[in-house]
Nanobody, 115 residues
Framework: QVQVVESGGGLVQPGGSLRLSCAAS????????MGWYRQAPGKQRELVAD???????NYADSVKGRFTISRDNAKITVYLQMNGLKSEDTAVYYC?????????WGHGTQVTVSS
């Protein structure tokens, strides 16, 4: 049974940092693209960043230079280091693991940026 679990969310002040983790289990994910998405209240879910099996990364313009995505295939884990957080980064953050056939989502972790 596949499981995808995010962790690391919380409350942080503007300008602060958080590191999100997402661990998967239940199958071989080494060839999958791993991604982070977010959904703010009243808005659609949007891509934050993703990383391919080769390590190629892609970022939303709004987070470039502040967020860094990385993966550890041995641990089947994808990370999102978030620096310079802003109030507009407040959202539920979801990770996914995908290939052309399969798509797996986690249940999300809340990130709140507020003073």
């Amino acid at each position: 049974q596949v499981q995808v679990v995010e962790s690391g969310g919380g409350l942080v002040q503007p300008g602060g940092s958080l590191r999100l983790s997402c661990a998967a289990s239940g199958r071989d994910f080494s060839s999958f693209t791993m991604g982070w998405y977010r959904q703010a209240p009243g808005k659609q879910r949007e891509l934050v960043a993703d990383i391919g099996s080769s390590g190629f990364t892609n970022y939303a313009d709004s987070v470039k230079g502040r967020f860094t995505i990385s993966r550890d295939n041995a641990k089947i884990t994808v990370y999102l280091q978030m620096n310079g957080l802003k109030s507009e980064d407040t959202a539920v953050y979801y990770c996914n693991y995908r290939n052309p056939v399969y798509l797996y989502w986690g249940h999300g972790t809340q990130v709140t940026v507020s003073s």
